[in-house]
């Protein structure tokens, strides 16, 4: 009998997930129209203030005029900023909810990629099969990146979403509270390589944990028959662990249920229609992307590759509704198992693909640099746009677990083409709802990433219990 109920449970928790969108959209948008009206219409006029004031500074040539002018606009940005607060303060409970299960996600990934990766590179047995398979999956990695970038540039030259905000450009530097994705070897080198994996784990650096797994790994490959005993130890670990993701699991509907009201009380079905043109292009260039990759993966797997894409159907809506595809790690992890990839490759490929192949979060990328180039009417000209396609390249690997790291990567990149950074206040607002989309495309990359080089290294059977 526990087999069926599990098993009963596993069919209908996307169902319990997509009711509670469903749900937190509802409530989302009665506490909207009702509970934060207040609070939504005091942000508004102190909006609208700001607005004014930053267009008369662009027209105000007398010094001690702007400087009133200045003072003012500081002013209005702080209420602005305590009234957020006060907004958020009010939707806290809904919030909480997501930030809990999303806490407790976090406290998995970091033991199952360590645990999963050191038993799948020990029972590799060798140095020159995680370089193979390492070379394969990077291979791989850096071709969607590279695709991905280059439809996302196509994409926003093509629609032109940005050319109907005709905004000027600014003359005051605004500053916004995103820190700057700069590039530079020494700062990659120092996230590749952990100078204490403790501090590492603790701060879920999936990179340097993976680096220090996959030492870990060879190490114990190469003991022999002494170090069976740690595979052993470390794949009871392991299935310990995707125990407890279980356990957490169920409570992804009340997550996805408390993230959407949050979000749509705080935001309202408004934001859609102001952003409608921006947000539909770029939801029909993820579902361009999601084609390309999907034929991609044709390619290399054939037809199974629609099979797949039901099989990870629920990560996708858990990674789509929470708007985290860290949250959908463990249950990928356990959905390519049951699709037939040997946990020798899962292990491998998909800890590497939460650093190098976060397909939807680089279409953003470039498609969200040029909007706002697009929306101050500043045309660049293709090679510039190429220059900063492959910056964009560099700094998306440097800054792999960074907090809001599109943003962050996005806001380097327009300071060294000397496009106003201002204008990414044009997507702050709308940013939990791109995000959704680029996470869920996150799960779709890194799931065929793994199903192709399971071909390609022979390790993909047809299904069933993870194998070895």
């Known amino acids: 009998m526990e087999p069926s109920k ?17 749900a937190g959209i509802v409530l989302g948008v009665v506490l909207h129209i009702n509970y934060l009206a207040d609070d939504n219409t005091t942000l508004q006029t102190i909006e609208r203030g700001v607005h004014d004031i930053t267009g008369q500074l662009s027209r105000e040539p007398d010094s001690s005029a702007r400087l009133q002018l200045e003072q003012q606009h500081k002013d209005l940005s702080q209420q602005h900023t305590a009234a957020l607060a006060a907004r958020d303060k009010k939707v806290e409970p809904f919030s909480l909810l997501a930030d809990i299960f999303l806490r407790l ?60 905000m005709n905004l000027p450009l600014p003359n005051l530097h605004e500053h916004l ?16 390589f952990p100078s204490s994996i403790i501090d590492a784990m603790a701060k879920n650096e999936i990179l340097q944990i993976v680096v220090f797994s996959l030492l870990f790994g060879v190490a114990t490959a190469a003991l022999g028959e002494r170090g069976h005993a740690i595979v052993h130890f470390f794949d009871t670990v392991a299935q310990v662990i995707l125990k407890i993701t279980g356990y957490v699991m169920n409570l992804a509907p009340l997550a996805v249920f408390g993230a959407m009201t949050a979000i749509v009380a705080k935001q309202g079905p408004g934001i859609l229609h102001t952003y409608l043109t921006f947000i539909s292009e770029f939801y029909m260039s993820l579902f361009l992307l999601w084609s390309a990759l999907i034929l991609a993966g044709f390619c290399i797997i054939g037809t199974r590759v629609l099979s797949l894409m039901r099989q990870v159907k629920e990560p996708i809506l858990l990674a789509f509704s929470t708007s985290s595809s860290e949250a959908a790690f463990p249950k990928t992890m356990e959905e390519l198992g049951k699709f037939g990839c040997k946990d020798k490759v899962v292990s491998f490929v998909l800890p590497l693909g939460y650093s190098f192949n976060l397909d939807g979060s680089m279409m ?10 697009q929306s101050y009417g500043m045309d660049l000209p293709l090679p510039t746009q190429l220059s900063m396609l492959l910056v964009l390249m560099l700094t998306s690997k440097g800054i792999a677990g960074v907090p809001r790291a599109s943003l962050v990567v996005i806001a380097g990149t327009l300071a060294t083409f000397n496009i106003p950074e201002a204008g990414l206040a044009l997507l702050l607002g709308i940013d939990p709802l791109l995000d959704m989309g680029r996470s869920a495309t996150n799960v779709v990359g890194n799931s065929i990433a793994t199903a192709v080089v399971s071909k390609w290294e022979g390790a993909l059977g047809h299904g069933g219990p993870q194998s070895s």
């Open 6 to 22: 599990t098993s009963n449970t596993t069919t209908r928790l996307p169902l319990y997930i997509l009711a509670g969108l469903l």
């Open 105 to 164: 996600i976090k406290m998995i990934v970091a033991p199952l990629v360590f645990t999963t990766l050191v038993v799948g590179v020990a029972k590799l047995g060798d140095i020159n099969s995680v370089g193979r398979i390492g070379g394969k999956t990077l291979a791989w990695f850096l071709s969607a990146s590279l695709m991905s970038l280059l439809l996302g540039m196509i994409m926003v030259n093509v629609l032109k979403p940005g050319e109907a």
């Open 177 to 192: 509270d995103i820190e700057r994705g700069d590039f530079s070897l020494k700062n990659f080198l120092y996230h590749v």
């Open 364 to 373: 953003y990328m470039t498609f969200a640099s040029l909007f706002i180039a």
